[in-house]
């Protein structure tokens, strides 16, 4: 190798012909492929396993991720709510004279 020279990168190669080049990326699950491994389904280059069942698969991952984020913000919203609430009444309930300076 020539110092200074930049590495260059390993060519990508098909996840299932590992003897081929890859040309393209599924977009579903993102390994790479040759051009008769992938096929355009929908607007979306995928292969076949992700066509087969594994795109829907996806995106209701993807659906579940998000509605549990949502489930998640509510409820630590609401324990939140609940610790400021009882924190207020324990506050209140003190007796006034604790509250004056002597």
């Given at each position: 190798?020539?110092?200074?020279?930049?590495?260059?990168?390993?060519?990508?190669?098909?996840?299932?012909h590992?003897?081929?080049?890859?040309?393209?990326?599924?977009?579903?699950?993102?390994?790479?492929?040759?051009?008769?491994?992938?096929?355009?389904?929908?607007?979306r280059?995928?292969?076949?396993?992700?066509?087969?069942?594994?795109?829907?698969?996806?995106?209701?991952?993807?659906v579940?991720?998000v509605?549990?984020l949502?489930?998640?913000?509510?409820?630590?919203?609401a324990?939140?709510?609940?610790?400021?609430?009882?924190?207020?009444?324990?506050?209140a309930?003190?007796?006034?004279?604790?509250?004056l300076?002597?």
């Amino acid at each position: 190798m020539i110092p200074g020279a930049q590495p260059q990168p390993a060519a990508a190669r098909c996840f299932i012909h590992p003897d081929r080049e890859a040309s393209a990326r599924c977009l579903a699950c993102g390994s790479t492929f040759c051009k008769e491994c992938v096929t355009e389904h929908k607007g979306r280059v995928l292969c076949a396993a992700c066509i087969s069942g594994g795109a829907g698969a996806a995106g209701r991952k993807r659906v579940r991720a998000v509605l549990a984020l949502g489930i998640q913000a509510v409820g630590g919203l609401a324990v939140a709510w609940m610790f400021f609430h009882y924190l207020g009444l324990a506050l209140a309930s003190l007796p006034s004279s604790w509250h004056l300076a002597p």
